[in-house]
């Protein structure tokens, strides 16, 4: 076995090094769960009427579905920044990208197929701040300076905002049971 050169320093072992950063982690999977000061995810679309998810309510400009549609697409979008497929992140078009055209379903079974896309996304986000490797504070190589610890905050923030609108949207059409 050699002995150090005075002055060296011994590589840190990643598998007994404390991950620092797990209090954040197990805070920042709470908030993006949501249910803390908020209904949550489930809770706001459970039951949703399938006659209702395509009404536009009077002085609104959307529907239940161009919500849940956006709150998919925009998730999806932050999580190809934070983690960007092979070929790298390539951002698409701000406002016309985010949005469905129409205010309807396109199938049937649209609605259900968005949901499971939001829930296995969110789960690929929370893996990916989950990963002890992950430093939620280093900025990515690519963007402006953009970490984890930003793009969790504004999945969070982004979804509970829209969380909200459902939940009045519901209200606003009779449709809230909770």
Same mark, same amino acid.
Request: zero cysteines; a negative charge; proline letters at 11%.
């Given at each position: 076995? !050699?002995?150090?050169?005075?002055?060296? $320093?011994?590589? *840190?072992?990643?598998? =007994? +090094?404390?991950?620092?950063?797990?209090?954040?982690?197990?805070?920042?999977?709470?908030?993006?769960?949501?249910?803390? *000061?908020?209904?949550?995810?489930?809770?706001?679309?459970?039951?949703?009427? $399938?006659?209702?998810? @395509? +009404?536009?309510?009077?002085?609104?400009?959307?529907?239940?579905?161009?919500?849940?549609?956006? &709150?998919?697409? +925009?998730?999806?979008?932050?999580?190809?920044?934070? *983690?960007?497929?092979?070929?790298?992140?390539?951002?698409?078009?701000?406002?016309?990208?985010?949005?469905?055209?129409?205010?309807?379903?396109?199938? =049937?079974?649209?609605?259900?197929? !968005?949901? $499971?896309?939001?829930?296995?996304?969110?789960?690929?986000?929370?893996?990916?701040?989950?990963?002890?490797?992950?430093?939620?504070?280093?900025?990515?190589?690519?963007?402006?300076?953009?970490?984890?610890?930003?793009?969790?905050?504004?999945?969070?923030?982004? +979804? !509970?905002?829209?969380?909200?609108? &459902?939940?009045?949207?519901?209200?606003?059409? @009779?449709?809230?049971?909770?």
């Amino acid at each position: 076995m !050699s002995t150090p050169k005075p002055g060296a $320093t011994k590589a *840190a072992d990643p598998k =007994s +090094t404390p991950d620092e950063q797990a209090p954040l982690r197990k805070q920042l999977i709470a908030l993006l769960d949501g249910g803390q *000061a908020h209904s949550t995810f489930d809770e706001t679309i459970r039951d949703f009427p $399938t006659g209702h998810r @395509g +009404t536009v309510p009077p002085n609104l400009p959307y529907s239940a579905w161009q919500l849940l549609e956006h &709150l998919r697409i +925009t998730q999806r979008d932050i999580l190809n920044f934070s *983690a960007p497929p092979t070929g790298g992140y390539h951002p698409i078009a701000w406002p016309d990208d985010y949005w469905p055209k129409s205010p309807q379903p396109p199938s =049937s079974n649209a609605w259900d197929q !968005s949901i $499971t896309l939001i829930r296995s996304d969110l789960e690929h986000f929370e893996a990916l701040i989950n990963n002890p490797s992950s430093d939620l504070f280093k900025p990515f190589r690519w963007g402006d300076g953009q970490n984890l610890l930003r793009e969790a905050l504004l999945v969070a923030d982004h +979804t !509970s905002y829209h969380l909200g609108e &459902l939940v009045v949207l519901r209200r606003l059409l @009779g449709a809230w049971h909770k």
